[in-house]
Structures are given as structure tokens and as C-alpha cells.
């Protein structure tokens, strides 16, 4: 029997009781299959649910084969080795003790050979050269998810199950996940906003408040859907305004004529020349007449206006939202930043940052690439005043907005509100709630715990609290903005710095989002 995950009306709410799938109805054969849709639609919960790590309230998942679930997050445990990683720990005591001659017959009979062979190219696959006694908290947080990745090829499964697995990596380690799915045999259900590993996929399937939407091909062919959706949408709310127009003009047509009728009647009564008789059946059949079309026109309002929400509720859903940033008035030639001679690192006898010199001026766009370990965030912390430097001069010459891909700004216990707030003393309330309403935060979401936010908000947040100031800062740092947006809030915050007439300094390995960006300038580190 062919390997397969089948989910039949399936249904799950989060421990608050709010539903998040309801009688859900999805299918995976071997193929690799992207699953997106913006944070908060379940896109997690879906992994962990056909891992069997979760409990559907409602409804069958049936599984032909094995899934094996890699998360968002690898977490080493202390001591914790690449051979636990892999689970062959065991295994490699015995190869151990059997070249020492300290293995018994029965311990042969079961030494495999081969062993250290295929743990060297399962992690060879994804770009690592390490010892199986390597630890796992010697290695970088890149380094680390690929291993993750590696070890659960190494156990071949039937379905490898991801959750966002380029989020840490490197240019280097991006494209060995790539190639890595492109040449995949078995089935993969990935989790992912990366739009390069997106293309990759066979099918699409996008969660929203709409449901499950499955669409055939890679990124390119479900964008391609997506906008015709989108256009078919804004017909559709086009539509249902021009009805709703046309029916309350009706409506005020009726109900005009109704009077004119009526005041007649009082005017015949009044001059008294047909039977009283007549004229009081004439009024009831009018009333009867009158309050019947009054219904019908109320029943026809009602539909109006429930096919209205309708409409505006898919085009919000399909459209997404925008992230408004305002002008800062940064002038062409005036200095930014300026770094001479920089060295910095946590190590003073062996600094990751030598003698770096950078100078932005005007609303320039500069991106600092290089490897994992080459000192980028540790290359930002400097310029932000979070680490001294060992060495040389830093002079930022205007206020700057950090946005580190952790957003420590965001503090737990606090609301967004109080977020912003705290970055900006002298704001209002009102100022706040008008900052946060631009990047998507409206009325009572300005008074949510900041605990609350998903990854996807909790970015949108961090700018909201960082740029919605009037006038936002001239300089914005980003450190890998994307790694917890989805899709949409992706192409929002494209949208919002296509407009932002600041200077830029950014650190991403997403190919697709410093292409929107357009650099002026990229400025290439080496690892020591």
C-alpha cells in the first residue's frame, strides 16, 4: 500500500476553546507539499496533529507509513550529542568497544559497519562535516537545525514533516535544504513562508479562515490563483455594494411612494366624497399591502448587507493587510552612520569583527552578508550600543529603530500598548492605538499581552512599535525580519519599506526579500 496522510473532519481548538479547524478534509501522497497561510491559521498545530503529538477534538487522521516531525525550534539538551540526535549512540558504544576488543560475540553479531559511513553522509547531505560525538551546543543555531533535518533523513521515513526549516540557515545551508527536498523520494509536508524553498513544491495548500484550499504546482502557479481570487473578490465586493446600493434606492423608492399614497387617502377622507366604508377597506388593503412590502424589502436589506460582509470579509481575507510607515524627510547627502576601523566580538584575543570600516549616507539600502559565524548580529549589536567595541570609532548621527529577530522589545506581561509606549514616553494613548492600527493592530488588539502574539505578529508588532512613531526613525537595522512573517506579512512589510524614504541596514538570508529590498550596497563578511 502506497505511503499517505488522510485527514477527514478534522477538528482542534486551542486550550481557550477558540476553534481552529473545523471538519477539515486534506490528502498527501508522496509528494512535498508547502503549507502556508499566515500565522495563527494552524499551520504548526497541522504538523504536530498528523505527528500524533496533538489530539484532534474531532474527526480521523489516518497515516500509511511513518511521519517524522522536525520543529521550528531545535533545542539541544545539555551534553546532548549528534549521535543522540540521531538516536545511534548505543550503536556506536558497540563499534567503539568492538575496535577496542572488548566486544563479546553477541555485541559483534549486531555491530553495523556501516554506520559511521551513513551518519557522515547523511550530515555531509546538509552541508556539515562533524563527528557524531560533536555536541549540539557547540554548533550555531543553523548548524544545528541542519542536523536535525539530517537525522531525520537518516531514519527514512515515509513522510518527513518540517516546520519552517530554513528559518536559521545560511545561503549555504538554504540551498542544501533545497536540493535536498528536490532530490526527496518520500513524501514532505512542509511548513514554510520561504518562498525559494516554495517553489520547489508539487502542491500548495493554504490554510485561512476560509478553510483548506489546495492548488497544484509551486509558488509561482498558487500566486498565480491567488491573484486571480483576488480580482474574482473585488468583483464580487463591487457587486455586492452596487446591490446593496440598488435595494436601499429601492427601498427609499417604496417607501416614498407609500407616503405619497397615504397622504391621497387622508386627503380623500378629509374631503369627504366616497363612503367612509370604501375608504377605510381601501386603507386596510393599503396597510396589509404596505407592511408586506415593508417585509420584503427588510428581508431583501438583510440579504444585501449579509452578501456585503461577505464579500469585504473574502477580499480581507485574500488581500491581507499593509503596514503603513510615514515619511522621515532624510536628506541625500546627509551622513547616517559612520564606522572606522571597527573591532569587536565576545572573544578580545580573537575578534569576529577586524578593522570593518562602513559609512551610510542618505536613504541608502545596505545588507551585510556572509555565512553563519561570519559576525553579522554580532557586527549590529556593536552599531546599536549592545556590545562595546574592542576597537575603533561608531558615530550614528540620527535616532535608529533595531529590530532583532527575537524582538526583545516586545516584554512578556505587557500589552502593545505599553510596548510602544515604553519606546516612545511622550506618546498618547491615542497616538499609540493610531501607530498600531497601521500595522494591522485595531481597537482591542492594542490592549493584547504581548505573550499572546503569534511569530508572525510579534513581528509586525516590534515595527509597529519601532517605525509607527511620527516621524519614524531615519535609520532602520533589521536582523533577519523574516524568519517568523508569513507570506502575507512578508509582502506587507515589502510594501511598507518600498515606501520608507529612511536608510537601511539589513542582515537576511532570504534571497526573495533582499531582491524587493534593492540594495545599494552589500557588504561581505568572512567567517575567521
Known amino acids: 500500500m502506497p505511503a499517505s496522510v488522510s485527514l477527514s473532519g478534522l477538528s482542534w481548538s486551542k486550550p481557550d476553546g477558540t476553534r481552529l479547524f473545523t471538519d477539515l478534509d486534506l490528502s498527501f501522497l508522496p509528494e512535498r507539499?508547502?503549507?502556508?497561510?499566515?500565522?495563527?491559521?494552524?499551520?504548526?498545530?497541522?504538523?504536530?496533529?498528523?505527528?500524533?503529538?496533538?489530539?484532534?477534538?474531532?474527526?480521523?487522521?489516518?497515516?500509511?507509513?511513518?511521519?517524522?516531525?522536525?520543529?521550528?525550534?531545535?533545542?539541544?539538551?545539555?551534553?546532548?550529542?549528534?549521535?543522540?540526535?540521531?538516536?545511534?549512540?548505543?550503536?556506536?558504544?558497540t563499534l567503539a568497544r568492538a575496535e577496542a576488543g572488548l566486544a563479546d560475540a553477541d555485541m559483534l553479531a549486531d555491530a553495523?559497519?556501516?554506520?559511521?559511513?551513513?551518519?557522515?553522509?547523511?550530515?555531509?547531505?546538509?552541508?556539515?562535516?562533524?563527528?557524531?560525538?560533536?555536541?549540539?551546543?557547540?554548533?550555531?543555531?543553523?548548524?544545528?537545525s541542519r542536523a536535525a533535518l539530517a537525522a531525520l533523513v537518516f531514519a527514512a521515513p515515509d513522510f518527513l514533516l518540517l516546520d519552517e526549516p530554513t528559518n536559521n540557515l545560511d545561503r549555504t545551508g538554504r540551498d542544501a535544504v533545497r536540493a535536498l527536498l528536490r532530490d526527496w523520494r518520500g513524501g514532505a509536508i512542509i511548513a514554510?513562508?520561504?518562498?525559494?524553498?516554495?517553489?520547489?513544491?508539487?502542491?500548495?495548500?493554504?490554510?485561512s479562515a476560509l478553510g483548506a484550499q489546495r492548488y497544484g504546482g509551486?509558488?509561482?502557479?498558487?500566486?498565480?490563483?491567488?491573484?486571480?481570487?483576488?480580482?474574482?473578490a473585488a468583483r464580487d465586493l463591487t457587486h455586492a455594494?452596487?446591490?446593496?446600493?440598488?435595494?436601499?434606492?429601492?427601498?427609499r423608492q417604496a417607501t416614498e411612494r407609500k407616503a405619497r399614497k397615504d397622504s391621497a387617502g387622508r386627503r380623500a377622507r378629509a374631503k369627504g366624497g366616497q363612503p367612509r366604508?370604501?375608504?377605510?377597506?381601501?386603507?386596510?388593503?393599503?396597510?396589509?399591502?404596505?407592511?408586506?412590502g415593508a417585509r420584503l424589502r427588510e428581508d431583501r436589506r438583510a440579504a444585501?448587507?449579509?452578501?456585503?460582509?461577505?464579500?469585504?470579509?473574502?477580499?480581507?481575507?485574500?488581500?491581507?493587510?499593509?503596514m503603513e510607515i510615514a515619511q522621515t524627510g532624510l536628506a541625500a547627502g546627509q551622513t547616517?552612520?559612520?564606522?572606522?576601523?571597527?573591532?569587536?566580538?565576545?572573544?578580545?584575543?580573537?575578534?569576529?569583527?577586524?578593522?570593518?570600516?562602513?559609512?551610510?549616507?542618505?536613504?541608502?539600502?545596505?545588507?551585510?552578508?556572509?555565512?553563519?559565524?561570519?559576525?553579522?548580529?554580532?557586527?549590529?549589536?556593536?552599531?546599536?550600543?549592545?556590545?562595546?567595541?574592542?576597537?575603533?570609532?561608531?558615530?550614528?548621527?540620527?535616532?535608529?529603530?533595531?529590530?532583532?529577530?527575537?524582538?526583545?522589545l516586545l516584554e512578556a506581561g505587557q500589552t502593545l500598548q505599553g510596548s510602544f509606549r515604553a519606546l516612545h514616553p511622550d506618546a498618547t494613548r491615542q497616538a499609540a492605538h493610531a501607530a498600531l492600527a497601521r500595522f494591522g493592530f485595531r481597537a482591542g488588539d492594542a490592549l493584547r499581552d504581548c505573550t499572546t502574539l503569534s511569530g508572525g505578529e510579534r513581528l509586525r508588532a516590534g515595527l509597529a512599535c519601532t517605525l509607527g512613531a511620527v516621524p519614524p526613525p531615519g535609520l532602520l537595522i533589521l536582523d533577519e525580519p523574516t524568519n517568523h512573517l508569513d507570506l502575507d506579512g512578508i509582502a506587507a512589510l515589502e510594501a511598507a519599506l518600498a515606501g520608507y524614504d529612511g536608510a537601511v541596514l539589513a542582515v537576511s538570508h532570504d534571497a526573495a526579500f533582499l531582491d524587493a529590498l534593492a540594495p545599494d550596497r552589500v557588504v561581505q563578511l568572512s567567517p575567521r
Not at 304 to 322: C, H, P, S, T, Y
Not at 337 to 354: N, T
Open 192 to 207: 514554510s513562508h520561504d518562498r525559494e524553498l516554495l517553489e520547489e513544491m508539487d502542491a500548495i495548500v493554504e490554510l
Open 241 to 251: 455594494k452596487k446591490t446593496r446600493a440598488d435595494t436601499a434606492r429601492r427601498a
Open 336 to 408: 547616517v552612520l559612520r564606522v572606522d576601523a571597527l573591532s569587536g566580538g565576545y572573544d578580545p584575543a580573537d575578534p569576529v569583527i577586524r578593522d570593518l570600516s562602513l559609512q551610510i549616507t542618505g536613504p541608502e539600502r545596505v545588507v551585510i552578508a556572509g555565512p553563519n559565524g561570519s559576525g553579522k548580529t554580532t557586527l549590529l549589536r556593536l552599531i546599536t550600543g549592545q556590545m562595546a567595541p574592542l576597537g575603533g570609532m561608531i558615530a550614528c548621527a540620527m535616532p535608529h529603530a533595531l529590530l532583532d529577530q527575537h524582538l526583545r
Open 112 to 144: 553495523d559497519w556501516t554506520l559511521p559511513a551513513r551518519i557522515e553522509a547523511a550530515l555531509l547531505r546538509l552541508g556539515l562535516s562533524v563527528s557524531p560525538c560533536t555536541g549540539l551546543g557547540r554548533l550555531s543555531g543553523g548548524q544545528q
Open 33 to 93: 507539499a508547502g503549507i502556508v497561510g499566515r500565522n495563527g491559521t494552524g499551520k504548526t498545530t497541522l504538523l504536530r496533529l498528523i505527528a500524533g503529538e496533538l489530539a484532534p477534538a474531532a474527526g480521523h487522521i489516518r497515516i500509511a507509513g511513518t511521519v517524522a516531525l522536525m520543529r521550528q525550534d531545535v533545542m539541544a539538551r545539555p551534553a546532548e550529542t549528534i549521535a543522540d540526535l540521531f538516536g545511534v549512540r548505543a550503536a556506536l558504544d
Open 277 to 292: 366604508i370604501l375608504l377605510d377597506a381601501a386603507k386596510g388593503r393599503a396597510d396589509s399591502s404596505g407592511g408586506a
Open 218 to 232: 509551486n509558488y509561482s502557479a498558487y500566486r498565480q490563483r491567488k491573484d486571480l481570487e483576488l480580482d474574482a
Open 304 to 322: 444585501a448587507d449579509a452578501a456585503l460582509a461577505e464579500a469585504r470579509e473574502k477580499v480581507a481575507i485574500v488581500q491581507g493587510f499593509r
